[in-house]
């Protein structure tokens, strides 16, 4: 599968196994998610409104720290954005990617016709015209510092090149995030709201940047880029202070604790975020397997046999569950 977070699929594979309820820790999406449920349906008969979407504009634009010399706008999740941003070029560019990373960057790229090359140094970039980095990467939670950032722009900058920073997994680790940096550099950063809200079902997603690079994004992506109850409910919650300070210290604390007893029970951990955790193991299909067999699902690798990441579980007692089933493999 190319993907986690497919159960349907995994329930074909494994449908010799009597499960009522499985885990589904393939994702690295926040299983605490965002109570949605007392959120109208009564507008789905309506177009979404400017006023709507300009209420989320402004929630995001607190919510990330954007400051007033740049844009943000919304799409149809970050993955919409990955797939539309290569299309803005219509001569062919040489784009590297530090890799390795979510495979859609590398995939959409590719499609798109330009040139991409997989780098994971600073001293391998070239004379790019686009660099992509994740951070945190995903799957192996490595972390740009804004150094690191300031250096891997300097190298495109007197081309006039473009740096996109994927910063889906970031919220937990807020200062990390290169938003407030920005200023009018030739850089766009793309940000997951379901991830962190746990809604990723909504399909919403965010890019900022200079005004005339959104703006650009904006024309793309046309009048009705989410749903109006989308609106609604991701206003709602980028704007609970409440919910996401507890959420983010309760995400810190789950993950410390699923990377103790990791290290505890004798596995390699190769990195890790708030919402995932990648392990070396002998086999890593083999173990995702003897998982599966116990209701867990998680995410293995087709470019690495070794690597398995393994989300945060929702709370203690699946922690513990976990941990008790990997100690029995």
């Not at 008969?45 to 006023?51: E, G, S």
């Not at 560019?93 to 390795?100: G, R, T, W």
């Not at 740096?163 to 997994?169: M, P, Q, W």
């Amino acid at each position: 599968m190319r993907h986690g977070g497919d159960l349907t699929e995994a329930k074909k594979v494994f449908n010799h196994i009597l499960i009522d309820s499985w885990i589904d820790l393939s994702t690295g999406i926040n299983l605490n998610s965002y109570d949605s449920s007392g959120i109208s349906l009564s507008n789905l008969d309506t177009l979404p409104t400017k006023d709507s979407y300009d209420k989320l504009v402004a929630a995001a634009k607190n919510y990330y720290g954007v400051l007033n010399a740049n844009s943000l706008c919304i799409s149809s999740g970050a993955q919409s954005l990955i797939n539309i941003l290569p299309y803005i070029f219509s001569i062919k560019k040489n784009v590297a990617i530090f890799s390795p990373t979510y495979s859609e960057h590398s995939i959409s790229w590719k499609s798109a016709n330009h040139s991409v090359r997989e780098i994971n140094k600073i001293d391998q970039i070239l004379n790019e015209d686009i660099i992509v980095i994740t951070n945190p990467n995903n799957p192996d939670g490595l972390i740009y510092s804004h150094s690191d950032i300031e250096e891997i722009y300097s190298k495109i900058e007197k081309n006039n090149g473009l740096l996109i920073i994927d910063e889906s997994f970031i919220d937990v680790t807020p200062e990390l995030s290169f938003v407030k940096n920005l200023h009018n550099k030739n850089i766009i950063i793309l940000k997951s709201f379901g991830k962190f809200f746990g809604l990723a079902g909504l399909r919403i997603g965010f890019a900022i940047g200079n005004k005339d690079q959104i703006s650009n994004l904006e024309n793309i992506l046309g009048p009705w880029p989410v749903s109006t109850v989308a609106l609604n409910i991701a206003t709602k919650a980028i704007s609970d202070i409440d919910w996401i300070k507890g959420t983010r210290s309760l995400l810190l604390k789950l993950s410390e604790e699923l990377n103790s007893d990791l290290f505890s029970s004798g596995y390699n951990i190769n990195g890790s975020t708030a919402f995932f955790t990648l392990i070396s193991v002998k086999n890593a299909k083999k173990m995702q397997h003897e998982l599966a067999n116990k209701g867990i699902w998680t995410r293995i690798f087709d470019y690495n046999s070794r690597w398995i990441r393994i989300g945060v579980p929702k709370d203690k007692e699946t922690l513990e569950y976990l941990i008790n089933t990997i100690r029995k493999i």
